[in-house]
């Protein structure tokens, strides 16, 4: 078999460039430098081309030419066999980049929304934060982002609204907004008493007829507590729906349809009024949950979104994880506490009590569009 790197001599009708093109072709392929695939495939691609030359220089010793054009299609199967490596090697480094690129955003989403992995069983999902430290505003927003709620320890010494001031003051969260529901009553006034009803009020979020996500914090403070019971509780809704949407997509899915619930205010004078439709959970592309899961007497759902059963099954996991202590937490204020939670983001309840007729139970609440941050 003729050498590779030693030209042979002219033959009939072969042109004298040819020996030059094949010393030129001899001289890269001892240059490259076969250490990785990439290179081994540019040593092959050029070993094809140079036996062809060769070849063609041949077609008076047939036999020569024959043995040329063999060694030229090892080449060029070696050429396919390197470069398809290369390829494979590309794709999966391609694949591992978008792999650790998930994984990156899927850290971003779990620093986004610590909240879905909060466990409110723990004793310092209901710690309170003194309004006075100088970090008060640090430690607060770290809790909302922890738990989805605060306690502060507001004080006595002010009105309830100038306390409610000076804590969305410390939060960014602006002026207290009016809800849509202030019609429906005489009390127009962005701090509103809130209903002195000792029953339980059943899951819901504020801001009834607004869309969901209009309405971001809800701010609570005590001026009395109850004689006994009349605490707030909160549940981890978004929580409790991302575990349902891993064992049960179908009914999770449900819950983000457009015209699933409805909820109607109820009149002061009896019977429902206006009424609002959405979903009970948006579900964002960074990996953060929205919620106006309600569940009382404003609601109605729509069994007709989804596949049969799948609503059914969506509530009776909400409700059943509603139970679980790690997803909900009662918060019975003091006087002069406040209750931060991000009403977007979580589901909220009043828990039966009993009232003190001299003293009774009074707490004031302020709704804001925005949500608490550091200034």
């Known amino acids: 078999?003729?050498?590779l790197h030693s030209p042979p001599p002219l033959a009939e009708g072969v042109t004298s460039s040819q020996p030059q093109a094949q010393q030129i072709l001899a001289e890269l392929m001892d240059t490259l430098d076969r250490?990785?695939?990439?290179?081994?495939?540019?040593?092959?691609?050029?070993?094809?081309?140079?036996?062809?030359i060769r070849a063609a220089g041949h077609t008076d010793r047939p036999a020569e030419a024959v043995d040329l054009l063999r060694n030229a299609l090892g080449s060029a199967r070696a050429t396919v066999s390197a470069t398809g490596y290369v390829l494979t090697t590309a794709a999966d480094v391609i694949r591992a980049d978008r792999s650790?690129?998930?994984?990156?955003?899927?850290?971003?989403r779990v620093r986004e929304m610590k909240?879905?992995?909060?466990?409110y069983s723990d004793p310092d999902a209901s710690r309170r934060v003194d309004v006075r430290d100088p970090d008060a505003t640090a430690q607060l927003v770290g809790q909302i982002e922890q738990y989805g709620f605060a306690i502060a320890q507001c004080g006595e010494n002010e009105t309830p609204e100038?306390?409610?001031?000076?804590?969305?003051?410390?939060?960014?969260?602006?002026?207290?907004?009016?809800p849509e529901t202030a019609h429906l009553t005489s009390d127009v006034s962005p701090y509103k008493h809130v209903s002195a009803y000792t029953d339980i009020e059943g899951w819901h979020v504020d801001g009834l007829l607004e869309t969901l996500g209009t309405i971001r914090t809800t701010a609570l403070y005590c001026v009395r507590a109850a004689r006994s019971g009349g605490a707030t509780a909160v549940f981890n809704a978004p929580a409790a729906f991302m575990e349902m949407r891993a064992v049960d997509r179908p009914a999770a899915d449900a819950l983000l349809s457009p015209t699933v619930l409805t909820r109607r205010a109820k009149l002061v004078t009896g019977g429902y009024g206006q009424s609002k439709t959405g979903p009970a959970f948006v579900l964002s592309k960074d990996g953060t949950v929205s919620t106006r899961y309600s569940d009382n007497h404003t609601c109605r759902w729509d069994y007709s979104v989804a596949e049969s059963g799948a609503v059914e099954r969506a509530l009776a996991f909400m409700r059943s994880?509603?139970?679980?202590r790690r997803l909900h937490l009662a918060v019975r204020l003091a006087p002069g506490e406040s209750l931060l939670l991000r009403n977007d983001r979580l589901a909220h309840?009043?828990?039966?009590?009993?009232?003190?007729?001299?003293a009774p139970r009074l707490l004031v609440r302020a709704l804001y569009r925005d949500v608490p941050?550091?200034?």
């Not at 250490?35 to 062809?52: H, I, K, P």
């Not at 650790?100 to 971003?108: I, P, Q, T, V």
């Not at 909240?115 to 466990?119: K, P, S, T, Y």
């Open 321 to 324: 994880a509603a139970l679980e």
């Open 100 to 108: 650790a690129l998930r994984k990156e955003r899927l850290g971003e």
């Open 349 to 358: 309840d009043r828990t039966r009590y009993e009232d003190d007729p001299d």
């Open 35 to 52: 250490s990785d695939a990439l290179r081994e495939a540019q040593y092959a691609a050029l070993e094809t081309a140079l036996s062809l």
């Open 1 to 3: 078999m003729t050498d």
């Open 373 to 375: 941050h550091e200034c």
């Open 162 to 178: 100038n306390t409610l001031k000076h804590l969305a003051g410390l939060c960014g969260l602006g002026a207290p907004v009016t």
């Open 115 to 119: 909240q879905l992995h909060a466990d």
